[in-house]
């Protein structure tokens, strides 16, 4: 890692930053919003009460992952937040059953811009936002118009603009999977191992069937985790158990300054999964540590 990379990790990690990047959010609205809902995602909206929030996933009918989402119910709405990859997809799924009873689908995304933001232990006094919480921070869609007063606010109380190649290391550290890179359409839902992700008491939903018989009826075949590894690997590398059998395969890979090492996102067999496990990739040894790497970012 070079020294500004250095510099930079440690002005975010000491005090406070902030990322734009694209993000989707949807709005949903309706009487029968609920019963549409719980019929197609992981989680029970149900439950959401006034600007609370969830995590859950979209699966299909084979329980693999369509998009993972974050829920905030805001008045009469429900607020659905994913990557910029999978907005169109949600849209999508939501939208072909706005024909079948009291359910409004919107597509926000344009109208706001989307910050992730760091350590900011300020009040936002900008009040055309829209904001989220998870284990990366504040995550905040600001009206297009208000956008530029929030980023010189942010500033304005030294907050540093990261880099996409900061981004990264801090996105790895907290154990955060990239559609498209950590986790896509052949993962099923429950091998991320996101805690909360997914009700088992709820009713049917599309995939709930397969979802539910490897909660109830037996495990993962594997699941994504984290790795500290010895020397650099690179995505895609194979690991090996100590006798030689396969045993997963590295997703994301960067090194983190918090712990001195290079670490790694991978998917990793059920029978190594227990933290302190030693692998192998590429001759070299690494070790199974469970996520995040580092603690929560508020």
Not at 13 to 41: C, D
Not at 153 to 176: F, P
Request: aromatic content about 12%; hydrophobic content about 40%; charged content about 25%.
């Amino acid at each position: 890692m070079n020294q500004d990379l250095l510099d930079e990790y440690h002005a975010v990690r000491g005090g406070a930053g902030f990322y734009e990047q694209k993000r989707g959010l949807i709005a949903v609205s309706g009487k029968e919003a609920v019963q549409f809902l719980n019929g197609l995602v992981t989680n029970d909206v149900g439950k959401l009460e006034t600007d609370g929030q969830m995590l859950a996933a979209f699966p299909n009918a084979q329980g693999r992952l369509l998009a993972i989402v974050r829920v905030l119910k805001s008045g009469d709405k429900f607020l659905f937040e994913t990557a910029a990859e999978t907005r169109e997809k949600v849209f999508n799924n939501l939208f072909r059953f706005t024909y079948a009873g009291d359910f409004f689908v919107e597509d926000w995304s344009d109208d706001f811009r989307y910050f992730q933001v760091l350590n900011f232990k300020s009040p936002i006094s900008n009040s055309a936002f829209i904001e989220f919480q998870n284990n990366f921070g504040r995550n905040v869609f600001v009206t297009n118009d208000a956008a530029e007063d929030f980023t010189k606010e942010l500033k304005n109380q030294t907050a540093v603009k990261i880099s996409d190649e900061l981004y990264e290391v801090l996105r790895i550290e907290n154990g955060e999977p990239l559609y498209g890179i950590d986790a896509d359409e052949t993962t099923i839902v429950p091998e991320l191992g996101i805690e909360n992700l997914i009700s088992y008491q709820k009713g049917c939903y599309i995939g709930q069937e397969i979802i539910a018989r490897i909660h109830f009826r037996g495990h993962i075949a594997k699941q994504l985790t984290g790795l500290i590894l010895e020397t650099e690997a690179e995505p895609n590398d194979e690991l090996k158990s100590p006798d030689g059998k396969n045993a997963g395969r590295i997703t994301s890979v960067t090194f983190s300054p918090k712990l001195g090492k290079f670490i790694a996102l991978a998917f990793v067999r059920y029978d190594y999964l227990a933290e302190g496990t030693e692998l192998k990739v590429n001759e070299t040894t690494a070790t199974v540590k469970h996520l995040p790497f580092a603690e929560q970012i508020s």
